[in-house]
């Protein structure tokens, strides 16, 4: 991955794969360890006699931080949970997911560009995890 002030400087770019590769696919395994930010990916044709081509450039890729501050309340007289969070810069929305094992598949239950969100009555005998996450389409 290239951080956005490195796209014209290919000196700074990271190798990604120590040695040539041949699928047209590849899974940055390092992108959950960077930092937040834009980065872009940069691709070559390399010829069997080590004759390069051009860089071909993606297009930016933000990377925004997690909410922080991710508050969660309940109202016994109306049996809703809210669930609140800090607004994190760069975010045009927010996607909730639900998921009755901490450690399972979550589900998306909401989009919002807000910076909280309430259930509708809850069962009183399921638990629920929740998670948020910044995005920027």
Do not use: C, M
């Not at 120590?18 to 940055?28: F, L, M, T, V």
């Not at 997911?97 to 919002?112: E, F, I, K, Q, R």
């Not at 910076?115 to 920027?136: C, E, G, H, I, Q």
Request: proline letters at 8%; glycine letters at 2%; zero cysteines.
């Amino acid at each position: 991955a290239l951080a956005v002030s490195s796209v014209e400087n290919p000196a700074s770019w990271t190798l990604l794969t120590p040695s040539p590769i041949s699928q047209s696919n590849y899974a940055d395994s390092a992108w959950d360890a960077l930092p937040s930010g834009t980065y872009y990916w940069a691709v070559k044709a390399i010829h069997p006699r080590s004759i390069e081509s051009s860089a071909a450039i993606s297009n930016p890729l933000v990377k925004l931080s997690a909410p922080n501050s991710v508050d969660i309340t309940y109202d016994s007289v109306n049996g809703r949970l809210t669930i609140s969070w800090a607004a994190v810069a760069g975010a045009s929305s927010y996607r909730l997911y639900a998921s009755t094992n901490p450690y399972g598949t979550y589900s998306l239950v909401h989009t919002t560009n807000q910076t909280s969100w309430f259930t509708v009555p809850l069962p009183t005998d399921v638990k629920k995890f929740y998670k948020v996450v910044a995005t920027n389409p």
